[in-house]
């Protein structure tokens, strides 16, 4: 099983949270990008587990090995970048293995696949989104030198109903620097392929751009963003992008998380033949997808961003490896 996100810019990976390795090839990526190492691995360590008590006690250290499509070890050749990530800390929970996991991916890759074993699902793991937040890194990158930055935040969490329990969260996420004219009406919208990009994330349950649903309850007199002589606005309840198309403002978004389903106690189930059965919590899991799963929003929107500056052609400022800004 493989999956791709993008279409010049473009993110293909494979491997599950039970593999000796995740994989990935990110293709289209301009040549002679001097990649920032250490910016990568910080990255990678927002991603990975905390000492936090609510943070999986998985070991996920997140080494990146790169494969092909870098000179001199770290400036892109213009060729598909491939790299690895291996999973140090691999267990088979045979306590799990063939109970449906409530509010999991069990039943669905069941019924799709056929399968009846739990380590088979290893795909549908938020594991896998340590490839996104790889591309999104080399995307940034690129993103930056052309005056664009992409910051996400916590902005609310949800409560828990007693110990041990999961809780969702809402993300807030801004663009900040995006050019006027990026998305691809009609059906290619920039607002649409956000949507796409965040919804694809595991957990995910809502998106909203600009006053999102507010936005129902106004009037447009109200909610219109009115622009001066100068072309500038006054305000931004869009959230950056008009006719699907960003209008130079901030774009801003926002994304809605379910609790992760594996809390830490016991639940009623049923095996893969209907049987009642029981679900055995642990604390393999996250409590919470913040903060964790911020680095992984912005990876999405750089991707998307990037995606559409190189569909526009000419947008990118030719990163010269020797004239370092």
Not at 59 to 78: I, K, M, Q, R, Y
Not at 136 to 152: D, F, P, Q, S
Not at 314 to 324: A, F, I, K, T, W
Request: with cysteine; hydrophobic share 35%; aromatic share 8%.
């Amino acid at each position: 099983m493989t999956d791709s996100f993008g279409i010049l810019y473009r993110l293909t990976d494979w491997g599950g949270t039970h593999d000796e390795y995740l994989e990935g090839l990110v293709e289209g990526c301009p040549q002679g990008i001097v990649l920032d190492m250490p910016f990568l691995e910080e990255e990678m360590q927002r991603r990975a587990p905390n000492s936090d008590r609510e943070s999986t006690q998985r070991h996920e250290d997140d080494p990146v090995e790169f494969l092909s499509g870098l000179d001199a070890g770290n400036v892109t050749t213009g060729e598909p970048i491939r790299f690895r990530i291996p999973n140090h800390d691999v267990r088979i929970d045979e306590r799990n293995r063939f109970v449906i996991k409530p509010s999991h991916a069990s039943y669905t890759y069941y019924r799709k696949y056929g399968y009846r074993d739990n380590e088979l699902c290893g795909r549908a793991s938020a594991r896998e989104t340590a490839c996104r937040v790889v591309a999104g890194a080399i995307a940034k990158m690129v993103l930056r030198r052309n005056g664009i930055e992409i910051h996400a935040e916590t902005l609310r969490r949800g409560t828990p109903a007693c110990e041990g329990d999961s809780v969702g969260a809402v993300i807030g996420c801004r663009i900040l620097g995006a050019p006027t004219g990026l998305g691809e009406p009609l059906y290619d919208k920039f607002s649409a392929r956000l949507a796409f990009a965040m919804m694809s994330i595991n957990a995910a349950k809502g998106f909203e751009i600009g006053l999102g649903y507010q936005a129902a309850e106004m009037g447009g007199s109200r909610y219109n963003d009115v622009q001066n002589p100068d072309f500038s606005y006054r305000t931004n309840h869009d959230g950056g992008v008009q006719g699907g198309i960003t209008n130079g403002q901030e774009v801003y978004f926002t994304v809605a998380f379910k609790p992760i389903p594996t809390v830490r106690f016991d639940q009623e189930t049923i095996d893969y033949d209907g049987t009642p059965a029981i679900y055995h919590g642990s604390n393999r899991n996250d409590l919470c997808v913040a903060p964790r799963v911020l680095p992984i929003v912005e990876a999405m929107a750089a991707m998307v961003t990037l995606d559409f500056m190189l569909l526009r052609n000419n947008e990118l400022e030719h990163n010269d490896p020797n004239n370092e800004k």
